[in-house]
C-alpha cells in the first residue's frame, strides 16, 4: 500500500508560481510511475504531466508543456510539479497518483494509488 500526500498548493495571481510536490509512504518511489492530474469543478480529470522511474521520461500535454515541470527526488521519494505563469483555468484540485503497470502514463485509470489532492487557486 502507498500513500500519497500532496502539498504546495495555495492561492495565487495570475502569472504568479506555485510549487506542488507529493511525497509517498514507501522508500521503493522511485519504481513507481508517477503523474498528476486535476479536476476543476464540474469537469472531468485532466492529465497534467507524468514522469516515468528513472526521471528520464517525462509527458505533459501542450497546453502546460511549456508552463509545467514534473521533477523527481528518489532520496526524498518526492514527485514536484513546478508551476509557472498560472492562469486562471489552471484553477483546480491536483492529484499525484502512482502506478508500478502505467504504460502510457496518461490516462488517470493506469493509477492504482492517488493523494487526496490539493487546492490550487488562480486570481484573475
Known amino acids: 500500500q502507498v500513500e500519497l500526500v500532496e502539498s504546495g498548493g495555495g492561492l495565487v495571481q495570475a502569472g504568479g508560481s506555485l510549487r506542488l510536490s507529493c511525497a509517498a509512504s514507501v522508500l521503493t518511489f522511485s519504481t513507481y510511475n508517477v503523474a498528476w492530474f486535476r479536476q476543476a469543478p464540474g469537469k472531468e480529470r485532466d492529465f497534467v504531466a507524468a514522469i516515468g522511474r528513472s526521471g528520464d521520461i517525462t509527458y505533459s500535454p501542450d497546453s502546460v508543456k511549456a508552463r509545467f515541470t514534473i521533477s523527481r527526488d528518489a532520496a526524498k521519494s518526492t514527485v514536484d510539479l513546478q508551476m509557472n505563469n498560472l492562469a486562471p483555468e489552471d484553477t483546480a484540485i491536483y492529484y499525484c497518483?502512482?502506478?508500478?503497470?502505467?504504460?502510457?502514463?496518461?490516462?488517470?485509470?493506469?493509477?492504482?494509488?492517488w493523494g487526496q489532492g490539493t487546492q490550487v487557486t488562480v486570481s484573475s
Open positions: 497518483a502512482a502506478d508500478r503497470r502505467a504504460i502510457t502514463l496518461t490516462r488517470w485509470n493506469e493509477y492504482r494509488y
